[in-house]
């Protein structure tokens, strides 16, 4: 559900569900398309939101299996806070879902992708990680 | 948001299309793999992947299109992707999918490159 916490931001909470990731990429897009950012730079926020999302739902091992996103509007961009209440987890140590065969070429390796997507689509990532659950901070400027 | 997953195939003689619909995450990752795994065992070693219906992909998507290269590099095959938005084809660049499968920007020109 999603709530308007003042008058520049709003606060949606999702379950840890199969394509939740999607409710949050969409109103990201209603946002971001009233900040009058460009189309590409729309997707690329919806990219990052997915692999934010999808970090959570794979790593936090959070036992009320939700995440709270936060957008902020702000006069120089759009923020982002993605929190999840888990385990916490290094960016050093991560693994990733599916494992198959390895990877037939080491530079085109199959896992371990998502934080180095959001990083380079955002324009600053922030991430604390710790017992009490992980927060990603990230923000999209309003360059042109 | 409503996900509607659809993979259509088209296959010719020399080469297949496979064109997805939706978003490109395990799910529908899955069924495509399962598609072009189905028409590599029948022979097919060209392969073009149209994403111009896709509008997101996550990296478990992107992960799985990888693994279809690679069965097709082991039947010495060639996978060429067309219909990348930019951020998709700025994506596949940084996971080097782009030295290992060709980018096109449409499906004509993808089938002409094999």
């Known amino acids: 559900m999603a709530t308007t916490i003042s008058n520049d931001q709003v606060l949606l909470t999702i379950p840890m569900r199969p394509d939740m ?14 900040m009058s950012f460009s189309e590409e730079q729309i997707e690329e926020i919806q990219v990052a939101l997915i692999e934010s999302c999808i970090n959570a739902f794979e790593h936090s091992q959070s036992p009320d299996r939700q995440v709270i996103i936060k957008y902020i509007m702000r006069t120089d961009g759009l923020e982002f806070e993605i929190s999840d209440q888990g385990v916490g987890f290094s960016p050093e140590n991560r693994t990733q879902r599916r494992t198959s065969k390895p990877d037939l070429h080491p530079e085109m390796r199959k896992r371990g992708w998502g934080l180095e997507i959001i990083h380079a689509l955002m324009d600053s990532v922030d991430i604390m990680s710790g017992e009490n659950g992980t927060t990603i901070s990230m923000v999209k400027s309003k360059t042109v | 948001m409503a996900n509607k997953l659809d993979i259509q195939i088209r296959a010719e003689r020399q080469y297949a299309v496979l064109e997805t619909a939706g978003y490109l995450n395990d799910a529908l990752g899955e069924k495509l793999s399962k598609k072009a795994l189905e028409l590599i065992e029948k022979g097919y070693t060209q392969l073009v992947i149209n994403l111009d219906k896709t509008a997101l992909i996550n990296s478990i998507g992107i992960s799985i299109l990888i693994e279809i290269i690679e069965a097709l590099e082991e039947r010495e095959g060639t996978l060429n992707f067309c219909g990348l938005s930019a951020t998709q084809e700025r994506t596949f660049r940084m996971m080097a999918i782009a030295k290992y499968a060709g980018i096109f920007p449409d499906e004509k020109t993808a089938i002409a490159n094999f």
Do not use: N
Request: no cysteine; charged share 15%; aromatic share 0%.
């Open chain 1, 21 to 34: 990731e999607l409710a949050a990429a969409q109103l990201a897009s209603v946002i971001a398309e009233s």
